[in-house]
């Protein structure tokens, strides 16, 4: 994740390919063609955020090839992966994913409530995660849980993830870590 250290707010970029990204704030996958030029806006975790003819765009680790930059492996597991190391992937995924607005990760902004696992007979796992947003009008809920389920989705053994988004308990500053805090400086 060095080069994205590299980027830099308003550097424009050309598209080496045709990419698919996930719109921001709805959510929904599309595709930005070759030679289009895109700004960036915030690199954080194994995403990039780039603007583009006005609107937002997540694209993901394994497409930064598309920016110019090396593309990151998707995230994988061994197939003998134990209970544990899955659940461990999850967080660790998890602390990869950002709210496109805020440069701290979902999980020490404190939005990540619970996560659970469950094992079906083939040996494939479901995941649920709940989490919330900082506000309930919030407009990034769809691209965080669509960035979070890719990257979960990388491992073989987890054929699905759903997400659902809580407002109860409501979020509050209070749940981020200190490091959050200290990030957004809200000490």
Not at 2 to 10: D, K, N, V
Not at 84 to 91: G, L, Q
Not at 153 to 158: H, K, V, Y
Request: aromatic content about 4%.
């Amino acid at each position: 994740m060095e080069q994205l250290e590299g980027l830099h707010r308003g550097q424009e970029l050309p598209l080496q390919r045709d990419v698919a990204v996930i719109s921001i704030p709805f959510g929904k996958t599309i595709t930005l063609p070759e030679d289009s030029v895109v700004s960036v806006m915030q690199a954080k975790g194994s995403s990039v955020s780039v603007a583009h003819e006005g609107r937002l765009y997540l694209v993901e680790g394994a497409n930064l090839d598309a920016l110019g930059l090396e593309a990151l492996p998707r995230p994988t597991l061994p197939e003998d992966a134990t209970d544990e190391e899955i659940e461990a992937f999850v967080w660790e995924q998890l602390r990869t994913c950002f709210d496109p607005e805020i440069p701290v990760d979902i999980v020490e902004l404190g939005l990540v409530y619970g996560c659970r696992i469950e094992r079906l007979i083939s040996g494939e796992r479901i995941v649920t995660l709940r989490m919330t947003l900082t506000a309930p009008g919030c407009g990034m809920g769809d691209v965080i849980a669509a960035d979070a389920r890719n990257k979960i989705l990388g491992a073989p053994q987890i054929s699905q993830v759903h997400v659902d988004i809580v407002f109860d308990p409501p979020w509050s500053r209070e749940m981020m870590s200190d490091e959050a805090k200290l990030e957004l400086g809200m000490f």
